[in-house]
C-alpha cells in the first residue's frame, strides 16, 4: 500500500478545520506538527544509513497468535490493560508501556525528524527496535548497544535508487502516512496477519495534550496550501 500523503509533507492530525470557504475563496487548513522534513534531509539520512553496517529486515515468519499495534495517543492510559499478544510499540509509546511493566516485543521508528532520537527514554535490552532507514543518525547512535533492525520505508525514489545502486536486494514497506498505520505494514511483513488489535491510535487531544505521556515535540501551528493557496 502507498500512502497518498507525501512523505515530505507534515505528516500529523488535523487539529482544526477553517470554516467551509465561500465559492472561490480558499482557507488554510491548520495543522499540528513538528517542522517539515525536506526530501533532502531524508536523502542525507538514507545515505548516512547505507554506510552503517546493519542488520536488514530480511527474515519474515508467520505468527499464528495475535499482536497489538501500540500508539502513544491519550487513551494508552486505561487501555494498556486490554492489549493481547506479541507488542509493537510505536515511538513514546515504547515508554509508557515499559513504566507500566508491559515490555514490548518491537519499538518501531520510523519519522526522518532528528528529534525523535529523544522520543525513547529507557531503551530496553529485551526490546527488538525497528529503526526506518530514512531516521536520522543520532537514532541509530542512541541504540547503538541495542538490537536494531533496520527496515526501508517506501516514500519518494530515494531509499528505491540507493538500493538498486548499492546491489542490496532488501524490502520496501509502504503503508500509511502515520507511525500506526505504517506499523501495520511492517506488522504485516514481519508475518502477522490474522489478528492485529491497535490501541492509542487517537489522532485528538485529552485535557490539551495529544499524546499519553504528553507531548513529545513542541507543536505549532502552520498553514497548509490548498490548490495551490495558502
Not at 533532502?40 to 519474515?60: C, G, Q, R, S
Not at 511493566?101 to 527514554?121: E, F, Q, R, S, T
Amino acid at each position: 500500500c502507498v500512502s497518498s500523503v507525501s512523505e515530505t509533507q507534515p505528516r500529523r492530525s488535523v487539529r482544526r478545520v477553517m470554516n467551509t470557504p465561500q465559492k472561490g475563496q480558499v482557507k488554510p487548513l491548520v495543522m499540528v506538527g513538528m517542522n517539515n522534513v525536506t526530501e533532502d534531509v531524508i536523502t542525507a539520512n538514507l545515505e548516512a544509513a547505507f554506510k552503517m553496517a546493519y542488520k536488514p529486515f530480511v527474515e519474515v515468519k508467520q505468527y499464528k497468535g495475535p499482536v497489538s499495534i501500540v500508539g502513544a495517543g491519550p487513551s494508552l492510559s486505561w487501555t494498556y490493560q486490554d492489549i493481547v499478544g506479541d507488542v509493537i510499540a510505536c515511538n513514546s509509546a515504547h515508554d509508557f508501556l515499559i513504566g507500566k511493566g508491559v515490555i514490548p516485543k518491537y519499538a518501531m521508528l520510523w519519522d526522518a525528524h532528528p528529534i525523535m532520537a529523544n522520543v525513547i527514554k529507557q531503551p530496553h535490552k529485551d526490546v527488538t527496535y525497528l529503526i526506518a532507514s530514512r531516521c536520522h543518525p543520532s537514532v541509530f547512535a542512541k541504540f547503538n548497544d541495542y538490537n536494531v533492525i533496520v527496515w526501508h520505508a517506501l516514500g519518494g525514489d530515494c531509499v528505491e535508487q540507493l538500493l538498486i545502486k548499492l546491489n542490496r536486494n532488501e524490502p520496501i514497506i509502504g503503508g500509511g502516512s502515520s507511525s500506526v498505520t505504517r506499523a501495520t505494514h511492517v506488522a504485516g511483513a514481519l508475518g502477522y496477519t490474522k489478528d492485529m488489535h491497535l490501541f492509542g491510535v487517537d489522532s485528538c487531544y485529552s485535557e490539551g495534550h495529544s499524546h499519553v505521556n504528553r507531548n513529545v515535540a513542541n507543536l505549532n501551528e502552520f498553514t497548509l496550501r490548498v490548490c495551490g493557496k495558502w
